[in-house]
């Protein structure tokens, strides 16, 4: 039999344990020995017991018939989103027929940045404004650069695309400015 | 894995293109990770977010499942990191800290009288509040342990921990538990 004065902090830990059929037989042996003989963990025991037992009788959460439902349609969303960031097909058709479209762009927006520039290098700096990054980037040179190959480096989206069309919206703001 | 998996089963068959296995582990485990969640949570609407959670993660492994621990193991893994982001969060760690306290009785003492004071329900209250109180590794320990009914093992696995760490946070919160309850009778 266990020494109770002494036991019970031994024992203290294993109470838990004993309740989740986690110990050993020779331990859970023991275990069951000292709490036969002892008042105070037999009393813990069933406490700890009682608890386990009323998280247990809790009733069981009811699954909302619309939460499946919500799966789905997430699930759907994340298919769309996934079959729309795919890259479509790189040969023929419609693809080369924007090339040539952003190859003008592209060119009437190096065209603008050129003028831009030229106009913004006869003012004096303003050190208290950071350039912008079209401010600071240089004129291209696509006389040199074969169609071709300027339609491989268009072969590109979004981002490139934004900086096209910010070239373009740069350009009719330097054409308005010299206008005036 | 000792025992046959059917969930691990089920999973492989919907990894195979099974779409019929996909709603078969839903309808098996909607409710029981809705329990621990809303337990780790406390807020319903919040565990129905991350049970969906859940169940995307689960839709989106088809491709790379292995069945290299129990199925329901992994599920509560997934569930237990999410909650533990969601509980990160500073606005859910406001809502959690401002539960009500509930009234009632605490824990029926040892003489036969206070069997009769025991109202399951509010003990029922009592126990979830202070559950709600627990640190959080000690809260989803204690749920995964005593009421979903994994073993220690599963549980560390659950948890990215050692097997007596899990020991000690059950301890911990079950005495923690008992210990309140206790305090305020």
Redesign the interface.
């Given at each position: 039999m266990s020494d109770v004065a002494t036991g019970c902090h031994e024992f203290a830990a294993d109470l838990s344990a004993l309740l989740d059929d986690e110990l050993t037989s020779e331990r859970a042996a023991e275990v069951r020995a000292h709490v036969a003989a002892c008042d105070g963990c037999r009393g813990r025991l069933a406490t700890l017991a009682r608890v386990d037992a009323a998280l247990s009788r809790a009733p069981a959460p009811v699954v909302p018939a619309s939460l499946r439902a919500r799966l789905e349609a997430r699930l759907e969303s994340a298919r769309e989103s996934d079959t729309s960031s795919r890259p479509p097909a790189r040969a023929g058709g419609p693809r080369r027929a924007w090339r040539g479209r952003a190859a003008g762009a592209l060119a009437a927006a190096a065209a603008g940045v050129a003028l831009y520039l030229a106009v913004t290098t006869r003012e004096p700096a303003r050190p208290e404004a950071a350039p912008s990054p079209v401010q600071v980037a240089r004129p291209l040179d696509l006389g040199s650069v074969p169609e071709d190959e300027l339609g491989l480096a268009l072969e590109i989206e979004t981002v490139e695309d934004l900086d096209v069309i910010a070239n373009l919206e740069l350009l009719e703001l330097v054409l308005a400015s010299d206008a005036s | 894995m000792n025992a046959p998996d059917q969930d691990a089963a089920l999973m492989l068959a919907f990894c195979a293109g099974d779409g019929a296995a996909f709603d078969a582990l839903?309808g098996r485990w909607?409710?029981p990770l809705?329990?621990y969640l809303?337990r780790m949570l406390r807020d319903?609407a919040g565990a129905?977010e991350l049970?969906?959670e859940v169940?995307?993660r689960v839709?989106?492994a088809r491709q790379r499942y292995q069945p290299q621990a129990r199925f329901s193991t992994w599920l509560y893994r997934i569930a237990t990191n999410l909650a533990l982001n969601e509980l990160r969060r500073p606005r859910r760690r406001e809502l959690h800290t401002s539960l009500d306290e509930p009234e009632g009785p605490m824990?029926?003492g040892?003489g036969p009288a206070a069997e009769d004071v025991l109202d399951?329900r509010r003990?029922?209250a009592r126990?979830?509040h202070e559950?709600a109180r627990l640190p959080e590794r000690q809260r989803a320990a204690l749920?995964l342990?005593?009421?979903e009914g994994l073993?220690?093992v599963e549980v560390a696995e659950a948890l990215e921990i050692s097997e007596s760490a899990v020991?000690?946070l059950?301890?911990r919160a079950?005495?923690a538990?008992?210990e309140r309850?206790?305090d305020v009778e």
């Open positions: - | 839903f909607a409710a809705l329990r809303e319903a129905e049970v969906q169940f995307l839709h989106g824990l029926a040892e399951a003990l029922l126990v979830e559950l749920c342990s005593a009421v073993s220690y020991k000690s059950v301890h079950r005495t538990l008992v309850i206790e």
